[in-house]
C-alpha cells in the first residue's frame, strides 16, 4: 500500500511539471505601449515558472540596449489545472507595474493580461509568440 502511494504522488508530480512545461522556453513579446518587444525566456524556478527578459527589441525591430534586459518578468507563475491556463505575476517595463497576470497557453502563442493588485486596472498583455 505504501508503495502504491508513493508512486501515485510521483505519477501527480510528474503530471504537473510536464503541464508547465509547455510555458517553459523563449517568448517573444507583443508590442508595449512604444512599440518595443522582447525576449521573455520562461524557465522553472523551484515549485513556479519564471521569466527573464533576455532581449529588447525598438519599434523597427532592431535590437536595443534596455536596462530592462535581465529583469525578471514573470514570476510566481503556475498552472491552475485548466488546460493551458496559468497564473502568476508579471513586470510591465512600458508602465513600471507589476500586475498580476492570466495566461492562456495555445499552441505557439500565449495571451497575456494582468490587473493590478486590487483589480482596479486590468491590462491586455497581447499575445507572445514561441521563439523555440
Known sequence: MRNF??????LMAMGGAAMADNLIGDWRTAPDDNGNTG????????????????????????????????RQIVWDTNPTGEAGQYRGMLYSPDRGREY?????????????????????????????????
Open 39 to 70: 525576449i521573455i525566456r520562461i524557465t522553472q524556478c523551484g515549485q513556479s515558472l519564471c521569466g527573464t527578459l533576455v532581449q529588447a527589441f525598438d519599434a523597427s525591430g532592431a535590437v536595443m540596449q534596455s536596462e530592462n534586459v535581465g
Open 100 to 132: 498580476r497576470s492570466r495566461l492562456q497557453l495555445s499552441g505557439n502563442q500565449l495571451s497575456v493580461s494582468g490587473c493590478v493588485m486590487g483589480g482596479a486596472v486590468c491590462r491586455e498583455g497581447g499575445v507572445w509568440q514561441r521563439q523555440n
Open 5 to 10: 502511494l508513493l508512486a501515485a504522488v510521483a
